[in-house]
């Protein structure tokens, strides 16, 4: 098992070089934030290779319950067993044991699907790199332009936040607080038009020369027209000053919705041009399987997951630290 076994070498080096702590740490997270998940659904797996020693169909429609109640997604669990199933034809497996490195294998083969997984942000090659947030109010797309806010700055970047989400209350002041704490600068206007803020903020960020502007939007999906045409306005407007911008639009998604975040992500799909998801909560789920559902379902990468309350909790998603902390147990 190629992948456990780099990052048992990653946890037992002695070497004392920032790579390999920063690292460990990574790991750590992924470890923790996924044990909700992991939990539930390796101790299911290990209960059910213990009634069923030899692959079997009841042994795979035990499999299939298993791994719809992990929020894997229902057409994706399908296609999953039927893959499971050909590989122990094609492969004579039929010992269950023998079967969890497939199930490991298969996973990483279904978020993948032969595509190259691009989940660093697209950076502007000259002037300030615009990302949009999106998303239903609550899923915590403020806390995650902190977060990010945090992480970039850490990196030497200087960051402007903008207020795009004017009508909410408390948004404003939950933005400007996050703007003190990661001493970042944040434009806003309360109970103005999204778009007047946006603008004001983009030419303060070409002047100021910021390397990236984080800007916070509204989320009410209730009526998709008007937020279609908002977001379509606020689109305009950002072209309007940095033609290439938005260099990347980040749809926000509290992984504890389950299966309604598959929904939202299949609904801001219809409604603007998304490159990227955050995933927030993940730690506070026992359904972390939605990362692969979401993947399967919308064809989108996920480039964050918030794995825990504290600024620094906000990761680049790894696909294979991902799965490490699914299944590191099995």
């Known amino acids: 098992m190629g992948l456990f076994d780099k990052f048992k070498k990653i946890f037992s080096s002695k070497k004392d070089d920032q790579e390999i702590k920063e690292q460990k740490e990574e790991l750590e997270l992924y470890d923790k934030g996924l044990e909700k998940t992991r939990h539930d659904f390796v101790n299911k797996i290990s209960l059910l290779n213990g009634r069923y020693k030899k692959v079997s169909d009841e042994y795979f429609e035990e499999l299939e319950e298993i791994l719809i109640m992990a929020d894997i997604g229902v057409n994706t669990v399908m296609d999953f067993i039927d893959k499971l199933k050909k590989r122990c034809k094609h492969e004579n497996i039929v010992d269950s044991e023998d079967l969890k490195e497939v199930i490991i294998d298969e996973m990483f083969i279904i978020y993948v699907n032969n595509q190259i997984v691009v989940n660093k942000i697209n950076y502007s090659k000259e002037g300030p790199t ?29 960051v402007l936040m903008i207020a795009g989400d004017t009508f909410r209350a408390g948004a404003v002041e939950q933005i400007k607080e996050w703007a003190d704490r990661t001493e970042s600068k944040v434009i806003y206007k309360e109970n103005s038009d999204p778009s007047s803020v946006i603008y004001d903020g983009l030419n303060e960020a070409i002047k100021d020369d910021y390397d990236v502007v984080l800007v916070d939007t509204a989320g009410r999906l209730q009526n998709k027209t008007n937020l279609m045409e908002e977001l379509a306005k606020i689109n305009r407007v950002i072209k309007k000053i940095i033609p290439e911008a938005p260099h990347e639009t980040l749809l926000v998604i509290d992984a504890t919705t389950g299966q309604n975040g598959i929904s939202q992500a299949k609904s801001f799909k219809e409604i603007t041009d998304i490159t990227g998801i955050v995933l ?43 799965i490490y902390g699914l299944f590191k147990d099995m």
């Not at 480039?303 to 294979?320: A, H, S, T």
């Open 280 to 322: 927030t909560k993940l730690d506070g789920t026992a359904k972390g399987g939605i990362v692969l559902a979401i993947k399967e379902s919308v064809d989108i990468p996920v480039k964050y997951v918030g794995l825990g309350e504290r600024k620094e909790d906000l990761r680049v998603f790894d696909i294979e630290k991902y």
């Open 130 to 158: 615009v990302i949009l947030f999106v998303g239903v109010n609550g899923v915590g797309k403020t806390t995650t332009i902190g977060k990010l806010a945090h992480k970039l700055t850490k990196e030497g970047k200087k």
